[in-house]
């Protein structure tokens, strides 16, 4: 009997070599699996299932995994209004570990003794993928075909041909991994530090030149509503990705250091995850006190590079996510968002628990819980310390 092996399998050359690749090179009985993570359509899913099963894949299956992705992802990464490095969302890179953990069930309903996947040797997805089999499944061997080979597309395609699967490989000028959480785009351009993407690498393209507001209603930190329509936060993101798409929102480009050392650059494309982030900080500014809105800085900011780094399994990950969660108590209220095309503005909110309050002042007009005297001499205790540090070292 034949040994199996579970392929995480994206339709894609690489992965669709991996196929007769591991029935004829390693003598093992495939099995695909795709897991959703927002990013494709039924009718997608199956083309692609169609594919795996025509290569010679015993059994093909698809996950839905996309509000597994949100309830364990996504959700914290608005807690914590994560960008990493001021700019990037985590798109792609916070999807692999939900795909792995997803392929991982799959490994144990199959009794398979090896999983194989369609990474390069020169990225970061290697890394996120093996580090969770390794931990997870330590008993199932890891193949990566392509970054064992090193093998060029040409000859990926030439051994395809070579077992009878003559299909059509235009190459892409531009590798597009689409997702719930956004889009990553990479091209000739990004590998250079001074190239431009043309307009039409994008995704999205201006369709709509006005200008249109929408409102986003949140409660205790999460997405309930779309301009006073109550929906689940999946929803949400679909629908705000829909509308501002219109207006070519979201594109930026992303410059990061990779797990394994080396800088990579790459264009995005996440109107969705942008426009939450934002809105949510706002209403976080308002509500939260400059302690709390300082300490989350510091550990959302620590928590999305520890998951980029494909570090969502270390423990302190989940003592990360009970502080976030527990600030948001009072992150209720609604935000109201201008779009334009190319450009969003994140306009003002409205909250219950809003701690810019009238009873204690209007700013720069009014102070109703403190007198003159007060801040005198609250200025005093303020500047004593530097008054004694000036003085000694006036003739420094």
Avoid at 362 to 368: M, P, Q
Wanted: net charge negative; with cysteine.
């Amino acid at each position: 009997m034949k040994q199996k092996v579970v392929l995480a399998f994206s339709g894609g050359l690489d992965t669709s070599f991996c196929v007769p690749y591991l029935i004829n090179e390693k003598g093992l009985e495939v099995h695909t699996v795709i897991v959703n993570t927002g990013g494709f359509s039924e009718e997608e899913a199956k083309r692609i299932e169609e594919r795996a099963l025509q290569l010679g894949a015993t059994t093909h299956t698809c996950i839905n995994a996309v509000e597994d992705y949100y309830q364990r992802g996504i959700r914290y990464l608005i807690f914590g209004n994560v960008l990493k490095n001021n700019t990037y969302p985590l798109s792609v890179s916070s999807e692999r570990f939900f795909q792995a953990l997803n392929i991982v069930e799959h490994i144990k309903k199959t009794g398979a003794e090896y999983v194989a996947h369609g990474s390069t040797g020169a990225g970061n997805d290697q890394i996120r993928f093996d580090l969770v089999f390794e931990v997870l499944a330590p008993e199932v061997k890891i193949i990566a075909p392509i970054r064992e080979l090193g093998w060029s597309r040409q000859q990926e395609i030439d051994y395809l041909r070579e077992k009878g699967f003559d299909f059509s490989w235009e190459k892409s000028k531009y590798s597009i991994n689409q997702g719930l959480w956004g889009t990553s785009v990479g091209g000739v351009e990004t590998l250079k530090s001074s190239g431009v993407l043309p307009e039409e690498a994008y995704p999205s393209q201006v369709t709509d030149h006005g200008v249109e507001r929408i409102k986003i209603g949140f409660h205790k930190g999460e997405p309930v509503s779309f301009n006073g329509k109550e929906m689940n936060p999946v929803d949400i993101i679909r629908t705000i990705n829909k509308t501002a798409s219109k207006f070519a929102i979201g594109r930026d480009i992303h410059v990061g250091d990779t797990i394994i050392g080396t800088k990579g650059r790459v264009a995005f494309e996440a109107p969705a995850p942008l426009i939450l982030i934002k809105a949510h900080h706002l209403l976080e500014k308002h509500v939260l006190t400059k302690h709390q809105l300082y300490w989350k800085e510091q550990l959302g900011n620590w928590y999305g590079q520890l998951m980029h780094e494909a570090q969502y399994l270390e423990p302190v990950m989940r003592n990360i996510e009970v502080f976030l969660t527990d600030t948001q108590k009072f992150v209720t209220g609604e935000v109201e968002v201008e779009l334009r095309p190319y450009h969003f503005s994140v306009l003002g909110c409205e909250s219950p628990y809003d701690l810019m309050n009238p009873i204690f002042g209007d700013y720069g007009e009014s102070n109703k819980s403190l007198t003159p005297q007060d801040i005198i001499g609250f200025t005093k205790v303020v500047a004593n310390p530097l008054k004694i540090y000036h003085t000694i070292h006036q003739n420094d």
